[in-house]
């Protein structure tokens, strides 16, 4: 018995190094010199510790202002998908409709294809709205995600119908319901629903590639391309400062959202 | 000023869900200030009744009339009509004041009104001490309070109630009880109560509708519901011990039981055919000697003593099983028992339709 516990643990230690190690390597990287960086490159801690990349950075590339693209762009697409997708999914779980249940299956069908099916026609239909190279471009087809619906959908069944019914018996309009009742009891998945969007946003790369051409409207994943290709990727530490620049928000954010969920669960208040 | 209670009609109601009747065409009449209770087994549609008076659930046809005015054509300024769930539904986000709040707020009554009324509502209730609780924080009973104390804040002239006590402690529910009954005192709302536990209803109803099937079997007060049921139906769903039932004859003024005569009354004038015989338990005249020579001779089956009286389950030669209550405690297991039975304490029911025919009078 005591063995296979210890089995499992030499496992979950392996696991947890193969997800922090690259980490590491990426921060202690970062801080070190152009020299160093190939000699010493697995050396977890640096031998001429040096922020110089960082401030080389800051000189070579609008570091605030890559954030900031990022960051709106992450935040706008992540309000869209909640609200489209809390409005949708409310929709769907209060009103009775013909072909309720085929216009749900559409949506989720949705999620099915692949990006690379819609990318082209999104860029045509981008273009023609004379959204290149504009962050509202990137976000626009990112506004509404069936993803988000479904996780919606099945966290408002749950609430009990009584508690609408006792909504609706004391006149309270389906707008206040909305809003006073359902988005607070929702508010645990929404919380961890919106840090998953806001992440992948802010790592999206391909389809911002297509919209974004010109550097003042970069974000940080397409900025960080411009270190690791043939154009001048030569400088390894200095894309590493730049990896270690980007990953501050993400992780913050999960770290936030993990404390969050935990305690959710348990004061959901409905059971 | 609002007025203080309102009548309830529905005419000729029926509703369907996809193909199943749940209600059939029913007519119910609550009088101003009433407590009528919906009472019958689960799924006889007393819910779905109370649903359609609260307008949650439509009406496939007939008219729902709250003080004579459809409720359709009713604009609900939120006063009308209050409802307690057995479940409470008490908003989870809101602590019991912003339970009790909410629906004033979204109505705009003025602050002070409304602190004043909640204020008085929490006091009555026992609750004060509790307003800054989340739901999730009380008990069952509290939580049943609370969603009494919200529909209470409204003033409403309706007051529904669906099985509000079902879900809490037996101990606490003769307290819970009691306090509605006080409050309807007070507040003289017409109030439509819905459940399944008779004794509730028979204690807090003015009348009482029992149902079965969708269909109004018998509505009357609680006295009337017991001593002079409608039907079979009303007659084994009200009262614990359940009713004795037996299949009797009738000739020349003779009840006849398994070939002997158990009630013999001359003025009788009824038609010789078969019968269903009701006897309350507690109306079976138990004697350890024979009485007369229409008591039935019984063995004791089964002794259950529950303090306040003693339960016995008798049987006959024929293996004809029947209840019978009694309050002193000097009988044993396997020993003979004399039972007589009295025409004014028994019910005699129409072998076809299950219909009381009241020993030939009608009432």
């Known amino acids: 018995m005591l063995k296979k516990i210890n089995l499992w643990h030499v496992l979950l230690i392996m696991l947890v190094l193969g997800a922090v190690v690259p980490i590491l390597f990426m921060i202690s990287n970062s801080f070190k010199t152009l020299r160093d960086s190939y000699t010493t490159m697995l050396n977890l801690i640096p031998i001429h510790p040096t922020v110089n990349n960082y401030l080389l950075l800051n000189k070579q590339i609008n570091l605030l202002g890559l954030t900031w693209n990022t960051f709106f762009m992450a935040t706008i697409v992540t309000i869209g998908k909640l609200l489209t997708g809390l409005l949708t999914a409310y929709a769907f779980r209060s009103y009775q409709f013909k072909g309720k249940i085929i216009i749900y299956l559409l949506f989720v069908a949705t999620i099915f294809v692949p990006f690379t099916i819609v990318m082209i026609p999104n860029y045509l239909v981008i273009s023609k709205l004379g959204l290149l190279n504009n962050i509202l471009g990137v976000a626009l087809p990112q506004l509404c995600d069936a993803t988000g619906i479904m996780i919606f959908l099945k966290t408002m069944e749950k609430i009990p119908n009584t508690l609408i019914d006792a909504a609706k018996i004391d006149d309270i309009p389906n707008r206040k319901i909305f809003f006073n009742i359902v988005i607070p009891i929702l508010k645990p998945s929404i919380v961890s629903v919106g840090a998953i969007f806001f992440i992948n946003s802010w790592n999206e790369y391909v389809w911002p590639t297509l919209i974004l051409k010109d550097k003042a409207s970069f974000t940080l994943p397409l900025a960080l391309q411009n270190y690791i290709s043939s154009e001048g990727g030569t400088n390894f530490p200095l894309a590493m400062a730049l990896s270690t620049i980007m990953v501050i928000l993400p992780l913050i954010i999960y770290l936030i959202f993990q404390k969050y969920i935990l305690n959710s669960i348990s004061n959901s208040g409905l059971k | ?363």
Not at chain 2, 7 to 15: Q, Y
Not at chain 2, 22 to 48: H, N, Q, R, W, Y
Not at chain 2, 205 to 228: C, H, K, L, S
Not at chain 2, 340 to 360: H, Q, V
């Open chain 2, 1 to 363: 000023m609002n007025k203080k209670n309102a009548t309830i009609e529905l005419k000729n109601v029926s509703k369907q869900f996809k193909k199943n009747t749940i209600i059939d065409g029913m007519d119910l009449s609550v009088k101003a200030g009433e407590f009528l209770v919906l009472l019958g087994p689960s799924g006889c549609g007393k819910s779905t009744t109370l649903r359609m008076i609260a307008g949650l659930e439509g009406v496939t046809s007939g008219q729902v009339m709250i003080d004579h005015r459809d409720l359709k054509e009713l604009k609900n300024d939120g006063h009308t009509i209050a409802m307690v769930f057995q479940d409470y539904a008490l908003y989870p986000n809101m602590t019991v004041y912003q339970n009790l709040e909410y629906a004033l707020k979204v109505h705009k009554v003025a602050k002070e009104e409304r602190q004043n009324r909640i204020k008085n509502v929490l006091e009555t209730l026992n609750l004060t001490k509790y307003k800054d609780r989340l739901p999730s924080q009380l008990s069952g009973g509290q939580k049943q309070r609370v969603a009494v104390g919200r529909g209470m804040v409204k003033k409403s002239e309706i007051f529904l109630l669906d099985e509000p006590l079902s879900n809490i402690d037996v101990q606490l529910r003769e307290k819970a009880r009691d306090e509605l009954q006080n409050l309807h005192a007070t507040n003289q709302q017409t109030i439509v109560y819905v459940t399944h536990d008779q004794l509730e209803a028979m204690a807090l109803g003015d009348r009482i509708a029992v149902m079965d099937q969708g269909i109004i079997q018998m509505i009357d007060t609680p006295e009337n519901i017991y001593n002079n049921p409608a039907n079979l139906f009303v007659a084994k769903f009200i009262g614990t011990p359940q009713i004795n039932i037996v299949e009797v004859d009738y000739k020349d003024g003779n009840i006849i039981l398994n070939g002997q005569p158990v009630i013999t009354d001359s003025a009788l004038k009824l038609k010789e055919q078969k019968y269903h015989l009701g006897i309350r338990p507690e109306n079976m005249l138990c004697s350890e000697v024979r009485q007369s020579n229409q008591d039935l001779e019984l063995t004791i089956e089964k002794i259950i003593d529950y303090g306040r009286f003693v339960q016995l389950s008798l049987v006959d030669n024929n293996g004809l099983t029947l209840k019978a209550i009694v309050n002193t405690f000097e009988f044993k297991i396997d020993e003979k028992i004399f039972v007589g039975l009295k025409r004014a304490t028994s019910l005699l029911f129409n072998y076809e339709t299950d219909k009381n025919i009241y020993w030939g009078n009608k009432l």
